[in-house]
């Protein structure tokens, strides 16, 4: 049924929803991933990344373009 469209293959989304401590806010929140290991916080919407070590942790999600802190100079 939706083999075929304007978007070609069918668009299979799954979104991860998961209780967790946001280490930006501090907060117990709801965390919903938007790619495969990084999840967004509802509460302060802040980007972390979800590390598996032993037990599952999240720590601020960093890019090349993106400073950790607040009050950084740009």
């Known amino acids: 049924m939706f083999e075929q469209?304007?978007?070609?293959?069918a668009?299979?989304?799954a979104a991860q929803v998961v209780n967790g401590v946001c280490p930006m806010c501090t907060e117990a929140s709801v965390l919903i991933s938007i790619h495969k290991t990084v999840f967004r916080?509802?509460?302060?919407?802040?980007d972390i990344e979800q590390k598996v070590n032993g037990k599952i942790s999240y720590m601020?999600?960093?890019t090349r373009d993106t400073s950790i802190g607040h009050g950084a100079k740009k």
């Open 41 to 46: 916080c509802t509460t302060c919407g802040a």
């Open 5 to 9: 469209g304007p978007f070609g293959k």
């Open 60 to 62: 601020p999600y960093v």
């Open 11 to 13: 668009l299979d989304v």
